[in-house]
């Protein structure tokens, strides 16, 4: 949570609450709409840091929850968290051999802004192809899968390599999300399964 962004009513919300921050309520709304997570749903968390998903998803399942950031994330009862780079065959071992079975795999994740909008783009996307790859590496079929990017001339490729690989696609703009802002979050549904695992091509 940016002061540059003041504290709004979410942030003040998930103060009271004791969430660690307003992208708390993004996942609650999403939940509440689809249904991403069952309640026995073993979940990953990409760029989980600060860790207010994991707080989300803890209450949502009672399956296994794993979250995993470039920065250090503060333990978060009834989850696994560890310090990595999803995109490294390390860190996907790790989650590997931790978890049978992903159900769904989430990503709230985004670049430090550089004001270039885009270049900051292009960035956002790269992170959503990565962890759309990863997703298609661990899911079982049937699994979810959700991600955070943001809409502009690069949205498309990402939203239409998504559908290839799910057969249920939703675009959804949270009511959470700040005024301006180009962030939506890809909500995909019944993975077709894993055919490019080998490769872990897109």
């Known amino acids: 949570m940016g002061s540059q962004w003041g504290h709004d009513r979410y942030y003040s919300r998930a103060m009271k609450e004791g969430y660690r921050s307003r992208a708390a309520f993004k996942l609650v709304e999403i939940q509440n709409r689809f249904s991403i997570i069952r309640s026995d749903d073993n979940v990953v968390d990409l760029g989980a840091a600060p860790g207010s998903w994991l707080q989300v998803i803890r209450d949502l399942t ?10 250090p994330i503060a333990p978060v009862d009834r989850t696994v968290t560890f310090t990595g780079d999803f995109t490294t065959p390390a860190v996907e071992e790790r989650i590997r051999s931790g978890l049978d079975i992903v159900n769904v795999v989430v990503c709230d994740a985004s670049p430090k802004l ?3 909008k885009s270049y900051d783009q292009a960035r956002a996307i790269g992170i959503g192809e990565d962890a759309l790859a990863f997703a298609c590496r661990v899911l079982k079929p049937g699994g979810n899968f959700m991600v955070k990017s943001f ?4 949205f498309p490729e990402l939203l239409n ?6 057969y249920s696609v939703r675009v959804y703009r949270t009511k959470a999300s700040r005024k301006g802002s180009a962030e939506v979050y ?6 077709r399964g894993n055919e490019n695992a080998a490769t872990g091509s897109l």
């Open 114 to 116: 550089s004001g270039q």
């Open 151 to 154: 809409q502009g001339e690069l």
């Open 186 to 191: 890809i909500i995909a549904k019944n993975f």
């Open 62 to 71: 009672t399956g296994v929850v794993y979250g995993v950031d470039l920065n």
């Open 161 to 166: 390599a998504v559908r290839e690989r799910f």
